[in-house]
């Protein structure tokens, strides 16, 4: 069977290529070029250049055939632009969970297809499992077996389609197992560091990134006392309606200038994200300062100071039913159940106790333990035990 693996010129998707080919398939390399400007990289870590000559060196050593594609264009059209239009709503986006179900999982799938390939493979640390239930056949995306590693989360967007023609040849391999193979075999790639930054890009200085769409503009730091009115505890259980309850629970505070008093100024509210510490340039204070809340119509980011500020923690958290994503559709809730889980809202998070609750608007999480730093436009994504159920935007 043919298999097109996803090179990108770094060691894990490199393994995943040796390994398919000592299992028989026929195996095809093909490279992703996604992003031309260099203007906004902070090093030259990961430069497309240097990944796609590793790629095709890996592909020479192994003898397996290898292309390039330039699929940049439908990259700013779909991450990019994305990614700008959520800031400047005051969100902050996950590029790499959509860079993966808009990009490798959709374009790049058309295009192995278009190869003939029967399966495309990238060296995600993630595990698939093919089962049949009630007479259907399901594909359950399970975490990497090396902790450290998991990739489960980036994938969480991924639907049964996908999973189906997708296969993870290191998911069961530690990182440590990983280069020891490229090792043993020679590979260039074998000590080649991790890239680090957006996918594709690499890293990057976010501002002059941002600053491309999104205009400074002068506006206030205002910052809220711990003991703020606004803080005060929510309704508990059994004093209100479950709806009123969960909204209660899930909503962030929405804070107003009478609520503190200004402590500087900043270049744009766009540019800060919730639990944000650097950046900030306000000093005298006893405790660092965290962003609680960026306004964006009013222009104002809201701090408090202090790991322990009660504007970093929720209890819970709402997704929308139009950005509400099972990647086991058989496994969604209906509106009025609810289900006993566990969930992350952040890449490397542990996994923490949570009950979600289905109602007609959407999917209300709220967790056992108040969570730091929810943040309007990023993805929590929960789990039966190792297998990863479904996804959202955190509204």
């Known amino acids: 069977m043919r298999v097109v693996v996803g090179l990108s010129g770094g060691v894990d998707s490199s393994v995943a290529a040796y390994l398919l080919k000592s299992q028989g398939y026929e195996v095809i390399g093909l490279f992703m070029k996604n992003w031309h400007d260099d203007s906004v990289l902070i090093s030259q870590e990961c430069p497309w250049v240097e990944d796609s ?197 899930s909503h962030a505070v929405k804070h107003r200038p009478g609520d503190g008093r200004v402590v500087g100024t900043h270049d744009g509210a766009h540019y800060f994200t919730i639990g944000q510490r650097k950046g900030l340039n306000v000093g005298g204070k006893p405790e660092p300062l965290f962003v609680i809340e960026a306004d964006t119509q009013e222009n104002i980011v809201y701090v408090g100071m202090g790991e322990e500020h009660p504007g970093l923690n929720r209890q819970g958290l709402f997704i929308p039913g139009a950005d509400l994503h099972w990647v086991r559709g058989d496994q969604a809730l209906a509106p009025g159940e609810s289900r006993r889980m566990r969930a992350r809202i952040r890449y490397r998070q542990p996994l923490e106790a949570v009950t979600l609750y289905r109602e007609p608007e959407g999917l209300y999480l709220i967790f056992d333990q108040p969570q730091r730093g929810i943040t309007p436009g990023q993805f929590a994504a929960w789990y039966e035990d190792d297998e990863l159920i479904g996804s959202g935007v955190i509204s």
């Not at 029967?118 to 359950?140: C, L, M, N, P, Q």
């Open 53 to 249: 000559n590793d790629a095709l060196s890996v592909a020479e050593l192994l003898g397996i055939p290898y292309q390039a594609i330039d699929l940049s264009e439908p990259y700013r059209e779909r991450i990019v632009e994305y990614m700008f239009a959520e800031y400047e709503r005051g969100r902050t986006p996950n590029p790499d969970v959509l860079c993966n179900r808009e990009i490798k999982f959709d374009l790049f799938l058309d295009r192995a297809l278009k190869l003939k390939a029967d399966f495309i493979a990238t060296g995600h640390y993630v595990r698939k499992e093919t089962v049949e239930t009630g007479g259907e056949i399901r594909h359950r995306l399970l975490a990497g077996l090396d902790p450290g590693k998991d990739q489960s989360y980036f994938l969480c967007q991924l639907n049964q389609y996908q999973l189906s023609k997708a296969l993870f040849p290191i998911g069961h391999l530690r990182k440590s197992e990983v280069r020891e193979i490229a090792r043993s075999i020679g590979l260039p790639v074998a000590e080649k560091k991790d890239s680090q930054g957006l996918c594709f890009i690499g890293k990057v200085r976010l501002p002059v990134f941002l600053q491309q769409q999104l205009k400074p503009k002068t506006g206030r730091i205002i910052e809220i006392p711990a003991d703020s009115p606004v803080y005060q505890t929510p309704v508990p259980a059994g004093t209100a309606s479950r709806r009123d309850w969960l909204q209660e629970h």
